[in-house]
């Protein structure tokens, strides 16, 4: 396992983890204690490169819970804990190693993604899938050897991997990690480093948008920015204001070569959509993309369906889930539960999501997770948790949180929210809270979120807001 910052030690530790055949499991380093723990345990890692800012997190976790975990290896320049290894000893040893068989088709990584259900399913996909990407993104964007291509997407996304990284590597190219994305000092960085590209992730455009306004703000060598889809109102806008020209992107970690905004030259770019398939140097590498209703039969160009796609660089699988990934992929197809539609020209557009999954800014959330958290205090008798808009573009969402409480019980959202913290990562912690005293329920006794969402117009109307409030 790897919980490392953006950094050339995360770079050794994967490529170096590749090469032997072993597999890479990122963590995301805002996760709590009972996440790490959890992709810990799930994942049998044996080893963990850590740094030190992490490091207490693990270190609260008791031994006997992680009987698969041997190795600590300690990033950083402090002390190194007892019955840790330095980082420094990998980087000592010799570079020669005895050849190891391995096939395009093993697995690389296994990136653990929320889902609908209470607990992340790690993705695995191969060193196939990791290449064929990479190689169709350098195709798609047109990258060569002479750029220089700039990234605050974090490591332990599929994204910075197979985009930023493994397009650089493919392409010859510089890589540029910066430790986050800062809308204040973006362009800044990219006039210091000299980038030539840029990857943002959707969320992070409107920020970079509403940055004061200079007169330099086009004066910089970037002239691509590959982000998810920039709001088709401020689309052609941003282009003129910054000099660059905006690539969308779409894709998923179970299906990372995906869809793109069109090769420069092949036809028009859509604002509002999200791309055409992207398309491989190689053209028998067929990547191909389908809307289709819910019995998977195809619909005509305009209506709306599920967007599934189907090419050789889709997951292996959900690791130690079958079922799931039987209900994801069939027949080879990837079944996304993104809603979206197809022109004439096969431009694809998204409208929303089939699934509850949350998306806040650039993370998918499980609201099953949270709703246990919460559950778990004891006033708390039930939750809701779902996505609402957060009017940071497409798709993207702020979590809110419906709290029902136990007869005679009495407390306020800051206790919610402050049982949350440490439970769950900052980025998964309801923004908007709302108590209420019972819920809609099927005939079965499920809750009906989407009466829930029926109810107003507005759903954060009256509610508490954390970000306002604390």
């Given amino acids: 396992a790897i ?43 044996s080893a963990i490169v850590i740094h030190q800012g992490y490091y207490p997190i693990l270190s609260g976790i008791k031994k006997e819970e992680l009987p698969d975990l041997r190795n600590v290896i300690f990033h950083g320049d402090e002390a ?65 050897s002479e750029d220089r291509v700039m990234t605050p997407n974090p490591l332990f996304h599929a994204n910075a991997q197979v985009y930023s990284t493994m397009g650089s590597l493919v392409a010859g190219a510089s890589l540029i990690l910066l430790k986050h994305f800062s809308s204040s000092r973006i362009l800044e960085q990219a006039r210091h480093y000299n ?82 398939p992207m398309e491989h140097p190689d053209p028998s590498i067929k990547n191909e993309v389908k809307i289709v209703d819910d019995t998977g039969a195809e619909i005509p160009l305009g209506q709306q369906g599920e967007i599934i796609i189907r090419n050789p660089s889709t997951m292996i699988g959900y690791f130690k889930n079958p079922e799931k990934t039987a209900e994801t992929k ?28 949350i998306r806040r800014r650039g993370e998918l959330i499980s609201p099953a997770e949270i709703e246990s958290v919460i559950n778990s205090h004891p006033s708390v008798d039930e939750t809701a948790v779902m996505g609402v808009p957060s009017g940071l573009g497409t798709g993207e969402e702020e979590v809110k949180a419906y709290v029902r409480l136990k007869p005679g019980a009495i407390i306020n959202s800051e206790e919610i929210v402050s049982w949350c913290n440490g439970k769950l990562a900052e980025f998964k912690i309801p923004r908007f809270l709302e108590f209420c005293n019972d819920f809609p329920r099927s005939a079965i006794g499920r809750i009906q979120k989407s009466i829930l969402k029926a109810e107003k117009q507005d759903l954060t109307d009256g509610c508490y807001d954390r970000l306002k409030e604390g």
């Fill in 330 to 357: 069939k027949d080879g197809w990837i079944h996304t539960g993104d809603i979206g539609y197809q022109d004439e020209n096969g431009y694809l557009f998204f409208v929303g999501r089939k699934k509850e999954v």
């Fill in 3 to 45: 919980m490392l910052p953006n950094s050339p030690a995360f770079l050794y530790t994967w490529m170096g983890l590749n090469k032997i055949g072993a597999v890479e499991v990122p963590i995301n380093i805002g996760f709590k204690e009972t996440e790490v723990k959890y992709i810990l345990q799930h994942s049998e890692a």
């Fill in 80 to 144: 190194t804990p007892y019955e840790t290894i330095p980082f420094s000893t990998l980087l000592d040893e010799k570079a020669e190693l005895e050849e190891v068989a391995i096939s395009e088709e093993d697995p690389a990584a296994c990136i653990y993604t929320s889902g609908t259900t209470d607990r992340p399913k790690g993705v695995l996909n191969s060193h196939r899938s990791w290449v064929l990407t990479g190689e169709a993104y350098v195709y798609t964007v047109g990258i060569t």
């Fill in 195 to 276: 980038a030539t590209k840029m990857v943002l992730v959707q969320a992070v455009t409107p920020w970079f948008w509403n940055r004061p306004r200079r007169e330099d703000d086009g004066d910089t060598p970037v002239k691509t920015m590959v982000a998810g889809n920039v709001p088709a109102e401020i689309y052609h806008d941003f282009e003129q204001r910054f000099q660059l020209n905006i690539q969308t992107i779409y894709s998923l970690t179970e299906a990372p070569f995906a869809i793109m905004g069109p090769r420069q030259g092949t036809q028009p770019r859509k604002p509002g959509g999200i791309g055409v």
